[in-house]
């Protein structure tokens, strides 16, 4: 297949030309023309992209498929311009045998929309450490899990995935410092009266976490990073073994997005102060920030349908990423394209050592084609809580998805 008039952006930037696919890969970029009897996609004009890669996508299947199957959530991805996603071990039951890992890959499989790779839960419910040798040997491409673990058990950790030659993925979290907190400790938090998450309780984890990592030698992704703390805190030891991530709501929103007691708001880690926000955005432009996720974790309306306090946290973006992150950061100005692609897309999968990401012969050809003068509404889901931007008209629309070379049916 050869996709033509199209304008070829990735992290290294935009020119215009075409691409040319090949038994899943990418074959040849640049002018080319077309062979004889060739399958021709025309692109009219609009971005032709490596699709992105989502390394914080929280699926409700299985047990919530109420909420959403796994097929429905690979087909919004795409929508968002995800054409990987690493799923989050957080499923009930966990990501901790070969049993669910097998559910989740096959139904993923069989979706035929975005690939779908899997994070191993590190402990059981009982706070033991799950076997992760049998976790990587069950197709885990990570492991995951929160800094709430005492410094040891994470040590041994960090040992089974460096002889893994895997990455750990790690939020960070104080639950004596975060007891009882709903929102960011701040200023609208003191107006609505409304009990903390101080961002020191993150920036001290990431600091105890990111010393074990380096005495180890493990590759590390601080994941979820929401304040300018705790990018302060570890930003001489990114490289790497160091990696960061941030979420796209905090680079989108404020704590003051909360006012009113807007449950659509309330997400964990929380939403910051505006100085947080500028220095997550400045900390992706100088690749300090080393990649953007999603986040996503869709909630119900009865969850959600609750006081501030005790509705469930959580926030659904990755249908509307590439829509929202163009609309508010790389229309105006406050991102390039090409600095987004590095941190969606390339950094991303270069993390987990898949071959994509990049607009480069011989990567598979997982692409999207974009077009930023089309516009479209964000849709509210029967059953699913309302996301902030529910309603809302957004600019930038996926047009078309290929996943390993072939076309993703929209429908």
Same mark, same amino acid.
């Given at each position: 297949? %050869? !996709?033509?008039?199209? *304008?070829?952006?990735?992290?290294?930037?935009?020119?215009?030309? #075409?691409?040319?696919?090949?038994? @899943? /890969?990418?074959?040849?970029?640049?002018?080319?023309?077309?062979?004889?009897?060739?399958?021709?996609?025309?692109?009219?004009?609009?971005?032709?992209?490596?699709?992105?890669?989502?390394?914080?996508?929280?699926?409700?299947?299985?047990?919530?498929?109420?909420?959403?199957?796994?097929?429905?959530?690979?087909?919004?991805?795409?929508?968002?311009?995800?054409?990987?996603?690493?799923?989050?071990?957080?499923?009930?039951?966990?990501?901790?045998?070969?049993?669910?890992?097998?559910?989740?890959?096959?139904?993923?499989?069989?979706?035929?929309?975005?690939?779908? %790779? !899997?994070?191993?839960? *590190?402990?059981?419910?009982?706070?033991?450490?799950?076997?992760? #040798?049998?976790?990587?040997?069950? @197709? /885990?491409?990570?492991?995951?899990?929160?800094?709430?673990?005492?410094s040891n058990a994470i040590r041994r950790v960090f040992e089974y995935a460096l002889m893994a030659g895997k990455s750990a993925f790690f939020t960070c979290n104080n639950l004596s410092l975060e007891s009882g907190g709903a929102m960011h400790d701040g200023e609208t938090a003191s107006i609505l009266g409304l009990p903390g998450l101080p961002e020191y309780a993150e920036s001290s984890e990431a600091a105890r976490v990111v010393q074990i990592a380096l005495a180890i030698g493990v590759r590390l992704v601080i994941e979820a990073i929401s304040s300018a703390r705790t990018l302060e805190a570890i930003a001489p030891y990114i490289g790497d073994r160091i990696w960061t991530q941030t979420l796209?709501?905090?680079?989108?929103?404020?704590?003051?997005?909360?006012?009113?007691?807007?449950?659509?708001?309330?997400?964990?880690?929380?939403?910051?102060?505006?100085?947080?926000?500028?220095?997550?955005?400045?900390?992706?432009?100088?690749?300090?920030?080393?990649?953007?996720?999603?986040?996503?974790?869709?909630?119900?309306?009865?969850?959600?349908?609750?006081?501030?306090?005790?509705?469930?946290?959580?926030?659904?973006?990755?249908?509307?990423?590439?829509?929202?992150?163009?609309?508010?950061?790389?229309?105006?100005?406050?991102?390039?394209?090409?600095?987004?692609?590095?941190?969606?897309?390339?950094?991303?999968?270069?993390?987990?050592?898949?071959?994509?990401?990049?607009?480069?012969?011989?990567?598979?050809?997982?692409?999207?084609?974009?077009?930023?003068?089309?516009?479209?509404?964000?849709?509210?889901?029967?059953?699913?809580?309302?996301?902030?931007?529910?309603?809302?008209?957004?600019?930038?629309?996926?047009?078309?998805?290929?996943?390993?070379?072939?076309?993703?049916?929209?429908?």
């Amino acid at each position: 297949m %050869l !996709i033509t008039n199209a *304008i070829l952006t990735d992290h290294l930037g935009q020119k215009r030309g #075409a691409l040319r696919i090949n038994g @899943g /890969a990418i074959d040849e970029v640049g002018e080319l023309v077309p062979r004889k009897d060739e399958e021709i996609f025309d692109a009219k004009g609009a971005w032709l992209m490596p699709g992105l890669v989502d390394l914080n996508f929280h699926l409700r299947d299985p047990d919530r498929k109420r909420i959403e199957t796994i097929e429905e959530a690979t087909r919004s991805a795409i929508l968002g311009g995800i054409t990987t996603i690493l799923a989050a071990p957080d499923t009930n039951p966990p990501i901790e045998n070969e049993a669910i890992a097998e559910y989740i890959l096959a139904k993923a499989a069989a979706a035929k929309a975005a690939r779908v %790779l !899997i994070a191993g839960q *590190i402990v059981k419910e009982n706070g033991a450490l799950n076997d992760i #040798a049998a976790l990587f040997k069950a @197709g /885990a491409s990570a492991i995951e899990g929160k800094t709430t673990l005492d410094s040891n058990a994470i040590r041994r950790v960090f040992e089974y995935a460096l002889m893994a030659g895997k990455s750990a993925f790690f939020t960070c979290n104080n639950l004596s410092l975060e007891s009882g907190g709903a929102m960011h400790d701040g200023e609208t938090a003191s107006i609505l009266g409304l009990p903390g998450l101080p961002e020191y309780a993150e920036s001290s984890e990431a600091a105890r976490v990111v010393q074990i990592a380096l005495a180890i030698g493990v590759r590390l992704v601080i994941e979820a990073i929401s304040s300018a703390r705790t990018l302060e805190a570890i930003a001489p030891y990114i490289g790497d073994r160091i990696w960061t991530q941030t979420l796209l709501p905090h680079l989108l929103l404020t704590e003051e997005d909360c006012d009113g007691f807007n449950v659509a708001c309330k997400i964990f880690p929380p939403l910051r102060t505006k100085a947080d926000r500028d220095a997550l955005i400045a900390g992706v432009k100088n690749n300090r920030i080393n990649m953007i996720a999603s986040g996503r974790l869709p909630q119900d309306t009865n969850s959600r349908d609750r006081p501030f306090e005790t509705a469930s946290a959580g926030m659904d973006t990755a249908g509307v990423f590439l829509s929202l992150a163009y609309t508010y950061l790389i229309a105006k100005n406050k991102l390039t394209i090409a600095e987004f692609i590095r941190a969606a897309s390339f950094n991303p999968a270069y993390i987990l050592g898949e071959p994509c990401g990049a607009l480069e012969k011989g990567l598979r050809a997982d692409l999207i084609v974009f077009d930023p003068s089309q516009t479209r509404q964000v849709a509210i889901r029967e059953g699913s809580a309302k996301s902030f931007w529910s309603g809302k008209t957004l600019t930038g629309v996926v047009v078309a998805a290929f996943v390993a070379g072939k076309r993703v049916d929209f429908n």
